[in-house]
């Protein structure tokens, strides 16, 4: 199978599981959403803004230039965005996780939903990408340098511009293959 035949089909499975992770980020956050009052921070285009919340163990945080757009939510967790150069980012964290994502001029959502889960994600060139994390497990995704890391039993981080992925499922792990 040519080289580029095979790096699409594995693209397409990562991004088959970061869709479904994303999925079940959105349905863990729905769940958690009726168990806590949560905190929504929101700074659109237009005006240079810093934005933080904090009630008790939950918070949510937005930062933008005056061309980004960050949105976070903190559901029992912490939700973290900082936008820059006119990227999006969207950081939410439900029932102990933390989601934080940081992009220059890039697309980004960052999701963590459950006790110790972190989903990060720092973009410092344009991209577009994905990081959930689930209970007890991290996901990274990042610039060139140091672009994926998934850990834990819970975790999927996908640049979609660079193709590069990771994905865990309890004890099956994938990570495609570097460029």
Known sequence: MPCA??????????LGA???????????????????AATTCSA??????????IQGSEGCGANT????????????????ADAKDGSTVVAAGADGGVGAGESRGG??????????????GVLDNPATAVVVAGPQSQAYVGDV?????????MASAVNFTTGRGCAVFGSWRYVSPAS
Request: glycine share 18%.
């Open 5 to 14: 035949t095979w790096m699409t089909k594995v693209s397409g499975r990562v």
């Open 18 to 36: 970061g869709v479904v992770f994303v999925a079940a980020a959105g349905s863990a956050l729905g769940v958690a959403g009726s168990a806590h």
């Open 44 to 53: 659109p285009p237009g005006a240079e803004a810093s934005i933080v919340q």
């Open 65 to 80: 230039d005056t061309t980004g757009a960050a949105w976070s939510h903190g559901s029992g967790g912490v939700g973290f």
């Open 107 to 120: 697309q980004l959502a960052a999701v963590g939903f459950g006790a110790e889960a972190l989903a990060l």
């Open 145 to 153: 340098d140091d672009p994926i890391l998934c850990e834990g039993d």
